[in-house]
């Protein structure tokens, strides 16, 4: 679980599935909610997940980051 950070591109292949890539969202205890590119939601465990090489190949600070004004 170390080795991913929310907000990194990741892949795996659930059962009857092609391999499906998405971005980290969040931690939880035993599982990492990963937001597929298909605009699914998916728990899944940390060991099933490997680095996407479109995480490795993007550059650092490439992200759109759009801040919301505070009330």
Request: proline fraction near 6%; charged fraction near 15%; glycine fraction near 6%.
């Given at each position: ?15 009857g599935h092609p ?53």
């Open positions: 679980m170390l080795d991913f950070s929310i907000g990194e591109t990741v892949a795996f292949q659930p059962d391999v499906l890539t998405g971005i980290i969202s969040k931690y939880n205890r035993k599982t990492v909610t990963v937001i597929a590119t298909n605009g699914q939601q998916w728990n899944v465990s940390p060991s099933l997940l490997h680095k996407s090489e479109s995480s490795a190949a993007a550059a650092p600070g490439s992200a759109q980051v759009i801040t919301m004004p505070r009330k």
